[in-house]
């Protein structure tokens, strides 16, 4: 078997295939593009810190509210572990990729 090389050098990260496979039709399109901001914005351990206005800025147009609700969203299906009462700044783990059926549905 050949080995798949990765030829990028630097700035990349990556996200457990059962996050798109289990989670992505609940979380919807937002949902899943904070969590890949929030992977992005993780050091090694999984541990991260974001401002809200970083976020928005990455979206350009996401609200206050928008936001919050599919990181709650996140917090609900297992994905994310939140520090802290939040507030401007969110302080988070991502945590190891629950399975669907274990996780709490997304939006209607």
């Known amino acids: ?9 630097k700035h990349w990260f990556w996200i457990d ?6 989670h992505a039709q609940a979380l919807g399109a ?4 904070l969590y890949m901001v929030l992977a992005r914005h993780a050091d090694e ?6 401002s809200r206005e970083t976020i928005q800025e990455v979206f350009g147009w996401a609200s206050t509210g928008a936001v919050w609700q599919r990181r709650d969203l996140l ?6 572990r939140q ?9 988070y783990t991502l945590r190891a990729c ?3 059926p274990e996780a ?3 939006p209607p």
């Open 1 to 9: 078997m050949n080995a798949i090389r990765d030829g990028r050098d």
């Open 17 to 22: 295939d059962a996050v798109i496979d289990a």
């Open 30 to 33: 937002f949902g899943l593009a």
């Open 45 to 50: 351990g999984g541990d991260g810190e974001i």
């Open 75 to 80: 917090v609900r299906r297992g994905l994310i």
């Open 83 to 91: 520090h802290g009462p939040g507030g401007d700044v969110l302080r």
């Open 98 to 100: 629950p399975s669907a």
């Open 104 to 106: 709490e549905e997304g």
